[in-house]
């Protein structure tokens, strides 16, 4: 199967190091805020963003989590593909300024879920979204990000997949196409 | 593997470990779930389950109702009382009118053996076994093993002691079939009369003397005699069944190893377990009823999973 690579890991690098300014110039220090990633595709560019944040930026002990939005998604009994549940931390959202992270935003149904499942844990104060990548005109639903990292056009029958260093080779980013 | 091999909970008998495992696995997610501020998913909005049970519940009833709702399903109650069973109408019938109500899952208590399975030959709808006579009690197996492997981790190899009215008991037949697939050391203790003939077929090993059971386990599992089932006298008195075979503190203390101590409910106290014990630090009889939600919600959950719905 073929891969077009459209990110490389410098490009990646220099986008993080930008998501991570951005977020600085919206929470200061971070005191009112929690970053919470989407399981399980989230997860790495969560850790990403607090190294990064922490090491070029000195801003430590951030509130952070993950959320898993398995029993909350609208797709079940109606997706051939079984999806497995991961676990979700013990989030404090109240009155809180929540940024949800993830990779790919594609069709919303994702961040509609997330929606729904944050509120089991307290009313936070705003939400925000921030993905690496965002697939234009794809949208099943009125969700956009707050904080993309980069925006393609990308085909039906294509998949966009993030590769991060803690899974196996370079971080980078690049297209398939589904069989 | 992310989903069970079977399209309905009838009994252990029927699953492999992988089920367990993957049950067990959902359920720590329901767990972390039902210990939110909001302790409700939208899993099941689309689906109805039936409740029928024929015989009394109060524990089994009302967790498999709180799992229900947890997981959003509309719920309907039904307990034969209040029925035309009593006026004469077969279990397929009366099962065949609730579904014709667009139910899509049964959960099913009833007196005679084997109802479950009767209801999943003949129904159009996922059948869960909440006992059926003295045969099994899935879910109670599945709660119980979950809450020992909370507290002592993997079962391989863990000595495992179930006491009391064995004979009558539902709860201890699928306990060992639960017990044993995770490689768990088996063995019941009581009197003769109330341990099946041919036990120790099943891979199980019989003790009569309760000091020495209770030496050799890691977790004991007290049962209640099961008076209702019982058209004969199995031992002189009850007197004498609490002076052999009733779990006080005394004895627990006596024991050279801290073991925990587990009852399915409900606790008749004085008589297989006392006060002291069912209310001490070993015991994880709440820690089992709470649990009980968990692995409900985890069991229809996966069931509903296997049942796509028609596009």
Redesign the interface.
């Known amino acids: 199967m073929s891969k077009n690579i459209i990110l490389n890991k410098k490009e990646i690098d220099i986008i993080l190091q930008r998501l991570a300014c951005q977020l600085i110039e919206n929470h200061q220090d971070f005191s009112n805020t929690i970053l919470i990633g989407l399981q399980p595709r989230g997860k790495s560019l969560l850790n990403r963003l607090l190294e990064i944040l922490n090491t070029s930026y000195n801003i430590s002990n951030i509130n952070h989590g993950l959320l898993d939005i398995t029993f909350y998604r609208d797709d079940f009994r109606r997706n051939e593909k079984i999806l497995e549940a991961n676990t979700t931390d013990n989030l404090e959202v109240e009155g809180k300024s929540v940024v949800f992270i993830d990779d790919v935003l594609f069709t919303g149904r994702t961040i509609r879920a997330a929606l729904t499942a944050i509120e089991t844990f307290g009313r936070p104060k705003n939400i925000e979204l921030l993905i690496l990548i965002d697939r234009r005109f794809s949208r099943h639903l009125p969700i956009q990000p707050d904080y993309r990292g980069r925006q393609i056009d990308v085909y039906d029958n294509q998949k966009v997949i993030v590769n991060w260093s803690d899974d196996q080779g370079d971080d980078c980013v690049y297209i398939i196409n589904k069989l | 593997m992310?989903?069970l091999s079977v399209n309905h909970l009838l009994g252990i008998k029927h699953l492999n470990i992988d089920d367990l495992n993957l049950i067990f696995?959902?359920a720590d997610?329901f767990k972390?779930?039902i210990n939110?501020?909001?302790?409700?998913?939208?899993?099941?909005r689309?689906v109805t389950i039936a409740n029928l049970f024929f015989e009394n519940s109060t524990r089994t009833k009302l967790s498999f109702e709180l799992a229900e709702k947890r997981l959003s399903a509309d719920v309907i109650n039904f307990s034969s009382s209040q029925s035309s069973v009593k006026k004469g109408e077969t279990l397929i019938d009366t099962v065949n009118n609730i579904l014709s109500m667009k139910v899509d899952m049964v959960v099913l208590r009833h007196p005679n053996p084997g109802a479950a399975i009767l209801l999943a030959n003949n129904v159009n709808a996922t059948i869960i076994n909440a006992g059926d006579g003295p045969n099994e009690h899935p879910t109670q197996a599945l709660l119980d093993s979950y809450s020992i492997i909370e507290k002592i981790g993997d079962l391989k190899n863990r000595n495992i002691l179930i006491v009391g009215d064995i004979s009558h008991s539902r709860v201890a037949l699928s306990n060992i079939y639960a017990l044993q697939l995770q490689g768990a050391n088996v063995m019941v203790c009581g009197p003769k009369t109330l341990i099946p003939k041919y036990l120790h077929k099943l891979g199980v090993k019989v003790e009569h003397n309760f000091i020495k059971a209770l030496e050799w386990c890691d977790v004991v599992n007290m049962l209640r005699l099961q008076n209702e089932r019982m058209s004969n006298s199995f031992f002189p008195s009850v007197r004498e069944y609490v002076q052999q075979y009733g779990l006080t503190l005394d004895i627990l203390n006596s024991l050279d190893k801290e073991i925990y101590v587990m009852h399915p409910g409900p606790i008749n106290r004085g008589v297989e377990i006392s006060s002291d014990v069912a209310d001490s630090k070993n015991s994880i009889i709440l820690d089992q009823v709470e649990n009980g939600v968990a692995i409900r919600m985890a069991v229809i959950?996966l069931l509903?999973?296997k049942?796509?719905?028609k596009?």
């Open positions: 992310n989903e696995k959902t997610h972390e779930v939110r501020s909001i302790k409700k998913v939208p899993s099941l689309d959950y509903a999973q049942k796509p719905l596009k």
